[in-house]
């Protein structure tokens, strides 16, 4: 379950694709406006590239059932709670970053420079407040949560927060291992981004985060 949420994580933030609506910027960037103009940055620059019908029908797909929603009534709720701190110039400074790339045929995580760390708040975008074990609520945005680099994760329990913690750090059920500080980039495939918890005991959920044994040398 750890791992299929960063894969849905990831997966989110390569997405790519055309769009037909343009959004406009703001300095700031409203809450509202957010969804929109995110989505514009990612397909517009990939216009001038012979992108495929799938793709761009996949991309409008995508914005269609994410952004009409946008923001939900629990992100809403989150924001003005303040257990989500939403940073409406980091936003529009994302967006403008996005769009801005040289190579509009690539992806635009190459041009944001980030480490892993600032895929969990989108670039400080969305900042979540909430610490491992604290009672949360899914937003319905995949990318944005309560959980301070983290996300809501279900439990026996109900949804509650499981954060990233990096090498050397203590890990459990409620403390996923990853390589926060390693550089984000399109070539990083998901399972260099997770570090491995070396249980205490066999069969322990407690342990060390520890790096994957490399075989490939």
Do not use: K
């Not at 894969?7 to 969804?35: K, R, Y």
């Not at 409406?88 to 690539?106: F, H, I, K, P, W």
């Not at 969990?120 to 407040?129: D, I, R, S, Y």
């Amino acid at each position: 379950m750890r791992a299929r949420r960063l894969h849905i994580a990831f997966a989110a933030t390569m997405l790519g694709g055309c769009l037909l609506e343009s959004h406009p910027v703001t300095d700031p960037l409203p809450l509202t406006s957010f969804c929109g103009a995110f989505f514009d940055a990612i397909c517009e620059p990939l216009e001038t590239c012979d992108c495929p019908d799938a793709a761009l029908r996949a991309c409008r797909a995508e914005e269609a059932s994410l952004c009409p929603g946008f923001p939900s009534a629990a992100l809403a709720r989150a924001v003005e709670a303040g257990t989500v701190r939403y940073d409406g110039e980091a936003a529009s400074a994302l967006v403008r970053r996005m769009r801005a790339r040289a190579d509009g045929c690539q992806g635009f995580v190459s041009a944001l420079d980030w480490q892993v760390r600032d895929l969990f708040a989108l670039g400080g975008v969305f900042e979540g407040t909430l610490d491992a074990g604290e009672v949360c609520e899914p937003l319905g945005f995949e990318l944005v949560s309560e959980c301070r680099l983290g996300a809501c994760a279900p439990t026996a329990d109900g949804p509650l927060c499981r954060v990233s913690v990096p090498e050397g750090a203590r890990c459990d059920r409620l403390h996923q291992c990853v390589d926060l500080d390693g550089a984000l980039t399109p070539e990083r495939g998901i399972e260099r981004l997770a570090l491995r918890c070396a249980s205490d005991t066999p069969g322990s959920d407690e342990g060390t985060c520890v790096r994957w044994i490399d075989l490939g040398g």
